[in-house]
């Protein structure tokens, strides 16, 4: 059976207990990290938002959205989160009330960068005569 990028509910966003469940994660994971309750000499050494959780629909997988302070490091960030989602989940399992212990997965939140690409953009001389309804003459 193919596999084909998991799509949210377009129109919600995802159900409201994915939503709950996915929240309830993302605080526990900021919490572990602000607590520095992950020993990991990579994860110590950033501070690690996380902007987001979300859940399959049967509440089995976790991906997680992260983001290390000033978005360096990404793809060390994200093997050290790795190496010790096992520990993570068995934090998750205990102190969130679910059936199962969903799996991890971490991801780099690239909605920043996305938004500053767009943001790039608008400020060009281009979209900026666009925008102002002159033509040139």
Partial sequence: MPRHHQHRDQTTGGSQ????????????????FARGDVHDPV?????????????????????????PLGGRDGKEVIAALERNKRYMR?????????????????????????????EKLLRTPQVQRDLSGKEDQ
């Fill in 17 to 32: 207990r994915q939503l709950r469940v996915g929240e309830l994660i993302r605080h526990e994971l900021a919490d572990m």
């Fill in 43 to 67: 994860i110590e050494r950033h501070m690690i938002t996380v902007p987001e959780v979300r859940m399959s629909a049967d509440l089995r997988l976790a991906t997680v959205y992260v983001m």
């Fill in 90 to 118: 068995g934090v998750i399992a205990r102190r969130v009330n679910l059936k199962f212990a969903p799996d991890v997965r971490f991801r780099i939140d690239e909605r920043f960068d996305e938004a500053e690409r767009i």
